[in-house]
């Protein structure tokens, strides 16, 4: 079975902490995907890589980076954290052809206080 | 632009089939996605279909894809209260494979 795993389930942080987030996947996908959900927007997309050290801004990049060393792991980071990312995150990853079925983590919920 | 609309809730008592709609605007569509997520959960795929089919039956949940009104539907036949949850509407569109566009999903209640 395809695994993401989210390093939290949930998290509480301080504003302006430094945040990260880590995701990791067991399928060798090249594709990785960081989406905030909250209520009544959907799924937001943040940012994805399409291979290591490669990265792409998605919608709502602002406030947040990334990095991907190694091909399994995709982290989000917070730089400075405020109360308006509280949110649910969520990690993906996928192959990079065409058909690009998604593989979700279970999500971790960050509230910031 | 690219976009998927689907409608916010849906109430259905078991037993009964539940149909979820969902429109997109690009007709260059490739593949067409339907992901649940359960209460505390990620999303997992549940069905999807090519864009050149009509139609996808996967044992109780049938997919109907009308191209010309842009126009997809997942229908949930005998549904049970397990398939309480949100359901995402997603496409893919060529020459942008990395990413899925996103409807804001669709919230199943059932009802005993």
């Known amino acids: 079975d395809v695994k993401v795993t989210q390093s939290s389930r949930y998290l509480v942080k301080r504003t302006g902490e430094k945040v990260f987030l880590e995701c990791v996947q067991d399928m060798d996908h090249e594709n990785m995907f960081w989406y905030r959900q909250d209520p009544g927007l959907g799924l937001r997309l943040i940012y994805f890589?399409?291979?290591?050290?490669?990265?792409e801004k998605g919608d709502i990049p602002e406030g947040y980076s990334v990095s991907r060393e190694k091909k399994e792991r995709f982290s989000l980071i917070l730089e400075s954290a405020s109360t308006n990312q509280t949110s649910m995150y969520l990690c993906?990853?996928?192959?990079?052809?065409?058909?690009?079925?998604?593989?979700f983590g279970q999500g971790t919920r960050l509230t910031v206080v | 632009g690219e976009d998927v609309e689907q409608s916010l809730f849906l109430s259905v008592r078991e037993g009964d089939s539940s149909v979820i709609n969902c429109t997109y605007t690009?007709?260059?569509?490739?593949?067409l996605y339907w992901y649940k997520q359960e209460p505390g959960a990620g999303l997992q795929l549940l069905t999807y279909?090519?864009?050149n089919m009509d139609m996808k039956q996967d044992q109780r949940l049938t997919v109907l894809l009308n191209k010309k009104d842009k126009h997809l539907s997942l229908r949930i036949a005998d549904t049970q209260t397990g398939d309480s949850a949100i359901y995402f509407c997603?496409?893919?569109?060529?020459?942008?494979?990395?990413?899925?566009?996103w409807g804001l999903g669709t919230s199943l209640a059932v009802n005993p």
């Open positions: 993906a990853s996928s192959f990079r052809r065409s058909n690009t079925e998604a593989f």
């Open positions: 279909i090519f864009s």
């Open positions: 890589s399409y291979d290591v050290k490669m990265k």
């Open positions: 690009d007709s260059s569509s490739t593949y």
């Open positions: 997603a496409e893919s569109i060529p020459g942008n494979n990395r990413k899925l566009i």
